[in-house]
């Protein structure tokens, strides 16, 4: 029994995957946008130009996101329903059987054979889709995926993270925009990876020396990119 005001585990569960996430979103439009922003930055130093490529950077890359993580998690909730109402005609049509791949399913997990089928025998009687759906196809029926839910997590996330670079290269004088920046980008990332490790449960260093890295190649290799284009059009 869970104690007063603890969360339900499926809840924590799906909490801790939206923040899981959000993170990601936010770690995404941190190195986009830096990448694009710095790489403006190279070739040139108006400043109208370089905030133009980065809210564009920013709007584009956030409505990417937002409608590729709809669509994915759209056709996940659809083969989740699909797989949801092969189960209700089977408990229809084959209930037997299906009370018996029940027991099996338990009896794989350490139960003995007879205090598997007693398990299944009283889960079904009380519920036979509901204990079907969750011990056989890991779903809870009642919980689905939100396909709207995920694209405005992902839009929302990807737009705050986006923001850093943007700001912060578009508000300091010429001669400090960069470092700005690269300072701004790399605090965020080692916020993104601190979050991402305590989340995930991993190493905090090694999950912010990965972010790090990964942030900071980008900025070199478009900012060089930048120098190139702006010396080669110039």
């Given at each position: 029994?869970?104690?007063?005001?603890?969360?339900?585990?499926?809840?924590?569960?799906?909490?801790?995957?939206?923040?899981?996430?959000?993170?990601?979103?936010?770690?995404?439009?941190?190195?986009?946008?830096?990448?694009?922003?710095?790489?403006?930055?190279?070739?040139?130093?108006?400043?109208?130009?370089?905030?133009?490529?980065?809210v564009a950077g920013?709007?584009?890359?956030?409505?990417?996101?937002?409608?590729?993580?709809?669509?994915?998690?759209?056709?996940q909730r659809d083969?989740?329903?699909?797989?949801?109402?092969?189960?209700?005609?089977?408990?229809?049509?084959?209930?037997?059987?299906?009370?018996?791949?029940?027991?099996?399913?338990?009896?794989?997990?350490?139960?003995?054979?007879?205090?598997?089928?007693?398990?299944?025998?009283?889960?079904?009687?009380?519920?036979?889709?509901?204990?079907?759906?969750?011990?056989?196809?890991?779903?809870?029926?009642?919980?689905?995926?939100?396909?709207?839910?995920?694209?405005?997590?992902?839009?929302?996330?990807?737009?705050?993270?986006?923001?850093?670079?943007?700001?912060?290269?578009?508000?300091?004088?010429?001669?400090?925009?960069?470092?700005?920046?690269?300072?701004?980008?790399?605090?965020?990332?080692?916020?993104?990876?601190?979050?991402?490790?305590?989340?995930?449960?991993?190493?905090?260093r090694r999950a912010?020396?990965?972010?790090?890295?990964?942030?900071?190649?980008?900025?070199?290799?478009?900012?060089?990119?930048?120098?190139?284009?702006?010396?080669?059009?110039?």
């Open positions: 029994m869970a104690h007063p005001g603890e969360p339900h585990h499926d809840d924590l569960a799906g909490r801790l995957n939206w923040l899981r996430a959000g993170v990601l979103g936010a770690n995404d439009g941190i190195v986009s946008t830096a990448g694009l922003v710095v790489g403006v930055a190279g070739a040139t130093t108006d400043r109208t130009t370089i905030l133009a490529a980065g920013l709007v584009a890359g956030a409505l990417s996101m937002a409608g590729g993580e709809y669509v994915s998690v759209s056709t083969t989740e329903r699909a797989a949801l109402a092969l189960e209700r005609r089977e408990l229809r049509e084959m209930p037997v059987e299906e009370e018996r791949e029940l027991a099996e399913i338990y009896q794989d997990k350490g139960l003995s054979a007879e205090l598997a089928a007693r398990v299944a025998r009283e889960l079904t009687s009380k519920d036979a889709f509901r204990a079907h759906a969750e011990a056989e196809l890991q779903i809870d029926p009642d919980n689905l995926t939100s396909p709207w839910q995920a694209a405005w997590a992902s839009l929302v996330s990807f737009a705050l993270g986006a923001l850093v670079p943007v700001v912060a290269i578009t508000a300091p004088p010429t001669a400090w925009r960069v470092w700005t920046c690269v300072v701004a980008v790399l605090t965020g990332l080692v916020v993104t990876g601190l979050v991402s490790a305590r989340l995930g449960g991993g190493e905090p912010v020396l990965r972010n790090v890295v990964v942030g900071a190649l980008t900025m070199v290799v478009t900012y060089y990119t930048g120098v190139l284009f702006g010396v080669t059009v110039g």
